[in-house]
């Protein structure tokens, strides 16, 4: 590599040399070398590279369709770490499949072990996170219940009034890559009340086939003249995944 001299600064490819601006500095190389399509497509020793870009696709797709139906609860609500934690996360998930060789491992099979189900129900979406509760959820109709608990266990943040809390049912589909999501009614706690056991209840279960994830979601939000108002902090919202049933 080198630099460019002289009144004239070239971009393009001249006698074999390629010239450019890196870093707002001019550069000379000679052309060729590196990677290209046909190479990582073709070559054997890029075998390890096609596999890789095979896994990382498909772990792109399963992050997308439940993004996309999982996330619309952090709305305006931005955090910018959490697309490529995510990503992280799947492919952590797809690492667990240990009967698939390389470069055809699914995150299908690796949500079947119990290492990767961990890895699911224990990521943490958001700063958020919700106290730890015995909680009981039905192997049938996916209710949930929550035993009595005092909000004062809660830390709320300034302004803060209550406590929304609702239960949703992800039905992820890994065959098609698609996901939906049915949604209980929500429950608004207020602040340093006692509460009593509380059961939500998905409106609907669908019959389409893959995983079950009962996820519980909870946000801090301020009532104002009988309006409510959700806190964007991402200390103020979050959700769980609570189990992976099939």
Do not use: W
Not at 116 to 136: C, I, N
Request: proline residues 3%.
């Amino acid at each position: 590599m080198a630099k460019q001299e002289g009144l004239i600064r070239l971009r393009g490819t001249i006698d074999g040399v390629n010239f450019y601006f890196r870093k707002g500095k001019p550069i000379a190389r000679k052309a060729g070398g590196g990677f290209n399509g046909a190479s990582i497509k073709n070559s054997a020793t890029m075998v390890r590279v096609r596999e890789n870009n095979t896994e990382f696709g498909h772990c792109s797709q399963v992050k997308k369709a439940f993004s996309d139906v999982l996330l619309f609860h952090f709305a305006n609500r931005k955090d910018v770490t959490l697309h490529s934690r995510l990503m992280r996360l799947f492919i952590g998930i797809k690492d667990c499949d240990f009967i698939s060789e390389r470069g055809k491992r699914t995150i299908n099979l690796g949500l079947q072990t119990a290492a990767g189900q961990h890895l699911l129900t224990s990521f943490d979406f958001t700063a958020m996170s919700f106290p730890v509760l015995p909680m009981d959820v039905a192997s049938t109709t996916l209710e949930l219940t929550l035993p009595s608990f005092s909000l004062t266990e809660f830390k709320f943040p300034v302004g803060a009034t209550h406590l929304e809390l609702f239960l949703g049912v992800l039905h992820l589909n890994l065959d098609d890559k698609t996901a939906t999501l049915n949604k209980s009614a929500s429950v608004l706690l207020a602040k340093g009340a006692a509460v009593d056991s509380i059961t939500l209840t998905p409106n609907a279960l669908s019959s389409a086939g893959g995983f079950r994830l009962p996820v519980l979601f909870y946000s801090y939000v301020q009532e104002l003249n009988g309006v409510l108002y959700p806190l964007h902090d991402s200390k103020s919202f979050g959700l769980r995944v609570l189990d992976v049933l099939t």
